[in-house]
T-cell receptor, first 112, second 116 residues
Framework: SQKIEQNSEALNIQEGKTATLTCNYT??????LQWYRQDPGRGPVFLLL?????KEKRKERLKVTFDTTLKQSLFHITASQPADSATYLC???????????FGKGTTLSVSS | DGGITQSPKYLFRKEGQNVTLSCEQN?????MYWYRQDPGQGLRLIYY???????QKGDIAEGYSVSREKKESFPLTVTSAQKNPTAFYLC???????????????FGDGTRLSIL
């Protein structure tokens, strides 16, 4: 079955540094990977979608990469700020393409 | 403003009681989803619906039921058969595109269910 894993449960960095979060998947390569942000007590908010053939995608201070050889996506936040502190989730499609499978998330804490 | 609304925000269930969580969207999305989130766990799919009057079981459907009589609404009932219902429940919706996997999901702000 398809799995998606975010190996780090927590990541602590200092303000201004680049945060790098990892998402690994098993079995066949999904056509898309999605990244979400979740704040405590709130629902996830969609951030970025990257297609299999895009390799890299950027949005303001966010950058996502997709490496089909390593079966991995990296999510970078440059010039991190305390307001970036949240849990970040990656997701891939199930085999039927009808729903998403989410990783457990990585909780990022940015200290000033 | 378009969005997805879940109610109530907090809900308490007595032993042997069924409770229904509401989810309404005005985004004109075809697909809707219910997830359960437990501490330290990812989102686990309970049920999903791609079209009115049709829905499919997710990974953890036992003890839950849904209906999809209107495009805008996808209520979830937590039945007494669900022995461990305490969790954070999230509803989401998305456009139905070329396979749903490429469509971002829009989430409500959840209902936290506890047992009395």
């Amino acid at each position: 079955s398809q799995k998606i894993e975010q190996n780090s449960e927590a990541l602590n960095i200092q303000e201004g540094k680049t945060a790098t979060l990892t998402c690994n998947y098993t079995n066949y390569s999904p056509a898309y990977l999605q990244w979400y942000r979740q704040d405590p007590g709130r629902g996830p908010v969609f951030l970025l979608l990257i297609r299999e053939n895009e390799k890299e995608k950027r949005k303001e201070r966010l950058k996502v990469t997709f490496d089909t050889t390593l079966k991995q996506s990296l999510f970078h936040i440059t010039a991190s700020q305390p307001a970036d502190s949240a849990t970040y989730l990656c997701a891939r499609a199930n085999q039927a393409g009808t729903a998403l499978i989410f990783g457990k998330g990585t909780t990022l804490s940015v200290s000033s | 403003d378009g969005g997805i609304t879940q109610s109530p925000k907090y809900l308490f269930r007595k032993e042997g009681q069924n409770v229904t969580l509401s989810c309404e969207q005005n985004l004109n999305h075809d697909a809707m989803y219910w997830y359960r989130q437990d501490p330290g766990q990812g989102l686990r799919l309970i049920y999903y619906s791609q079209i009115v009057n049709d829905f499919q079981k997710g990974d953890i459907a036992e003890g839950y039921s849904v209906s999809r009589e209107k495009k805008e609404s996808f209520p979830l009932t937590v039945t007494s058969a669900q022995k461990n219902p305490t969790a954070f429940y999230l509803c989401a919706s998305s456009r139905k595109g070329q396979g749903d996997s490429n469509q971002p999901q829009h989430f409500g702000d959840g209902t936290r269910l506890s047992i009395l």
